[in-house]
């Protein structure tokens, strides 16, 4: 049975930093493409970010270039988000997600995804 779970979400106020983390079981980790979409109330779910199965190819949405960082480690089967600079903007559920990629279509769309985490919760005071 796959599982995903995602932690570290909080609140912060703005400025500040949180550190994500989505560790997997049920899958053979390595051969996912993975990443972290966010839905804020009363908004569809969007790509924040998405790492390929080596790490070497990332993608960011426009809205976190240069303040988050995402990063593999395949050996523990786990995925991670460094939040920097945090928005109030940025407040949302945060989901991670594993597929076997999006073969050149939309990194940001949530059609590729065959495995969904719970979510965590990140709020972002102003």
């Known amino acids: 049975q796959v599982q995903v779970v995602e932690s570290g979400g909080g609140l912060v106020q703005a400025g500040g930093s949180l550190r994500l983390s989505c560790t997997t079981s049920g899958l053979t980790f390595d051969d996912y493409y993975v990443g972290w979409f966010r839905q804020a109330p009363g908004k569809e779910r969007e790509g924040v970010s998405c790492?390929?199965?080596?790490?070497?190819?990332?993608w960011y949405a426009d809205s976190v270039k240069g303040r988050f960082t995402i990063s593999r480690d395949n050996a523990k089967k786990t995925l991670y988000l460094q939040m920097n600079s945090l928005k109030p903007e940025d407040t949302a559920m945060y989901y991670c997600?594993?597929?076997?990629?999006?073969?050149?279509?939309?990194?940001?769309?949530?059609?590729?995804?065959?495995?969904w985490g719970q979510g965590t919760q990140v709020t972002v005071s102003s």
């Open positions: 790492i390929s199965w080596n790490g070497i190819s990332t």
């Open positions: 997600a594993a597929g076997h990629g999006f073969y050149g279509g939309n990194w940001a769309s949530p059609t590729w995804v065959n495995h």
